[in-house]
């Protein structure tokens, strides 16, 4: 560990408290104007990478909250409202409404029903009285996702932790991983006016829309953890540190951060840019060797990247998908224009199934959004499917597009004045009014990883049986040092379907990551629109019509009678691929769940969600066998279910249940 990263940070938020006569006590803040705020703390008091901090508030839960908490914990269903004593500042949490003299903060319904159907489900929403702040909404808002969800967060986190040690042996860069986001970190308390002895009510945040969000997005995972650790040794958990929770809530690009902060690799981008160290010289000059066989100068690193793609086989992209290609999806325009429907498969390992569909109600201001609902992940406030409906009619998803070597990272910006990519997605959820606005925020904000092809659809734009007018549908591609972006909606309009598959579509962006080289020497393989899943939807996207035909086409998997992937006829190049069948080479990777919405449903900010691999003509997955054997040893799946055979939920604000669309 260098001693740049044994250092403390300063910036901390425990909460000195102003009641009204201008004492201050252990709690939340009542300020001079009556607002109810946090307040941070003198220099000193915290570290962003500091395991089970000082909590940035108290919050009292009494005996009925915590055993309907506990008693939720593997299944069953538990509320909670954060309650603030006017008179005193204390916040507490309590099963139903306030007490007089009191006045609910926030709210959140849990419902884990994850053995019954692969889904738990959680509600949260927040006032919207000016008595109390933004900055304290958020704060509770995480602080009940943390408390009532804490088991499903521990599973979820202990999966992940061994799943992104596989890469760590390999790459050794959870250090510049930490290092980036605790300056991030840092960067948004600077930027958002969250300084030492500053009182945080609305009327001190910073009037900048950007970094205003940024700061709500660091109080809500602040809420979070400290909710978590409050919780972690009931559910046989660990203390996190904000630098813990921040990498859990990037888990979807925690292999792509692997390679890209490569300790090699860092050097070397330091060393080039003139950033090196005289200790990163002799480290570099000792390692005038291989590492991962690659050799450190750069005319010999040039050479092996090119060999990489000249090796590139079926094998070798088995591995590049089940490491860092993930999803299918469709954007699907009926005949006439009847109607407009976005289906999405999510690809990842089985051990990361611990899921939750999400809904928030955050009044955050005119300028934002206060609606949307997502499919998630235990304490990830957001996606990182990514599937999004939000109440400003946008519906936003994404395929990973896939690296085929660590050239691109070459391209990474030393200086770093950006937030983590999932808080820069929920905050671009939460600012753009229309597609174009979501895509340009999107490249305003870019950090260099996260390489996606964003599908954005308007339903503002869209009426049933008119001609799709111009941004209906942006598609926009981030790789390393550049974004591409486009309107589809012609398209969409002419070809009847946008399909994604991991593959880069704009020519710009295939040059740039090599994918054109690779389609060169090996073919449909690495096509834009000619790769297995490609063909596939070229000959049934056509059919869909319907929703009821859009859930079977994202849990599609023909294997071994699929005739559609020409040579490619394996479990893993499906729709919803399934890598444990692989006769070869099997492993627990491949399609978890599938989302599908229309016109009608996304109004309603609904979807219809499944959870688990594809059974629809598969068997069902399960992890152990009818005698509790263990099918695959080694491979942790705590908090799942063992048979993974479960229908589609229609997911909805007010819980998991149906509606008047079809």
Not at 280 to 298: E, I, P
Not at 367 to 378: A, C, H, N, W
Request: aromatic share 8%; charged share 20%; net charge negative.
């Amino acid at each position: 560990m260098t001693a740049a990263r044994r250092v403390l940070l300063f910036v901390g938020l425990i909460l000195p408290a102003r009641a009204l006569n201008g004492a201050r006590q252990a709690g939340a803040s009542l300020e001079t104007d009556g607002q109810l705020g946090l307040t941070m703390p003198a220099p000193g008091s915290f570290g962003f990478s500091v395991a089970g901090p000082s909590v940035l508030a108290e919050i009292a839960a009494g005996d009925d909250v915590s055993s309907a908490a506990s008693a939720a914990f593997r299944t069953g269903s538990s509320t909670a409202t954060v309650v603030a004593d006017l008179s005193t500042g204390k916040l507490s949490m309590q099963t139903s409404g306030a007490a007089p003299n009191s006045i609910p903060v926030a709210w959140a319904k849990y419902d884990n029903t994850a053995q019954n159907n692969g889904w738990a489900y959680l509600s949260v929403g927040a006032t919207d009285d000016s008595r109390v702040s933004r900055d304290m909404t958020m704060y509770a808002a995480g602080y009940l996702e943390g408390y009532l969800s804490a088991q499903q967060i521990r599973d979820f986190h202990h999966n992940a932790q061994i799943l992104m040690q596989e890469d760590e042996d390999k790459h050794h860069a959870l250090g510049n991983i930490q290092d980036m986001f605790s300056n991030m970190m840092l960067n948004v308390c600077n930027k958002s006016g969250m300084h030492a002895g500053q009182a945080l009510t609305d009327s001190t945040a910073t009037d900048d829309a950007w970094w205003k969000q940024a700061r709500y997005a660091l109080l809500q995972a602040w809420g979070t953890l400290d909710a978590y650790n409050h919780q972690a040794s009931s559910v046989n958990g660990q203390p996190m540190s904000l630098v813990d929770l921040i990498v859990l809530n990037s888990d979807g690009e925690t292999p792509e951060l692997e390679m890209a902060f490569d300790m090699e690799e860092t050097l070397l981008r330091k060393s080039q840019n003139g950033g090196a160290s005289e200790d990163d010289t002799a480290f570099l000059q000792r390692r005038a060797t291989h590492l991962r066989g690659k050799v450190v100068s750069a005319s010999a690193r040039k050479a092996a990247r090119e060999q990489e793609i000249k090796n590139l086989d079926e094998l070798a992209w088995l591995k590049i998908k089940r490491s860092g290609g993930r999803c299918s999806a469709l954007v699907r325009l009926t005949d006439d224009n009847k109607d407009l429907m976005v289906g999405h498969t999510t690809f990842s390992d089985y051990s990361e199934m611990n899921r939750i569909f999400k809904y928030y109600d955050l009044p955050l201001g005119s300028d934002s959004v206060r609606k949307m609902g997502f499919s998630s992940y235990p304490g990830v406030a957001g996606s990182t499917d990514d599937y999004y409906l939000l109440d400003s009619g946008l519906v936003i998803t994404e395929t990973t597009i896939s690296m085929l070597t660590d050239e691109p990272y070459d391209k990474l910006p030393e200086e770093n004045d950006k937030v983590p990519d999932f808080m820069r997605i929920m905050m671009s959820n939460r600012l753009a009014k229309t597609a174009p606005d979501w895509t340009d925020l999107m490249k305003k904000s870019s950090t260099g990883t996260y390489s996606s092809q964003w599908m954005v659809v308007d339903y503002n734009q869209f009426t049933p049986g008119n001609p799709v007018g111009a941004g209906t549908l942006m598609v926009t591609e981030q790789v390393p040092g550049m974004t591409h972006t486009e309107d589809m909606s012609s398209r969409l309009q002419d070809k009847r379907s946008w399909t994604s598959a991991n593959r880069a579509w704009y020519s710009d962006v295939r040059q740039a990551i090599g994918a054109t080289e690779a389609e060169s020497l090996h073919g449909a393989l690495f096509s834009a629109d000619n790769n297995p899943r490609g063909q596939i939807f070229q000959k049934t996207a056509p059919k869909v019509q319907y929703l009821v035909v859009l859930q079977h086409e994202m849990r599609r998997n023909n294997w071994t009678n699929e005739d559609d992937g020409a040579e490619f006829n394996t479990p893993d190049h499906a729709i919803a691929a399934r890598g444990d069948l692989d006769k070869d080479h099997p492993n627990p990777n491949g399609g978890v769940d599938s989302k599908v919405t229309n016109s009608c449903l996304a109004k309603l900010l609904q979807c219809d969600a499944i959870s688990g691999p594809t059974s629809d003509t598969q068997k069902p997955f399960r992890w152990n066998d009818e005698s509790g054997k263990e099918l695959y040893p080694g491979v942790p799946h705590d908090g799942m279910p063992n048979l993974w055979n479960f229908d589609w939920v229609r997911m909805t604000p007010g819980g998991e249940g149906g509606s008047d669309c079809a």
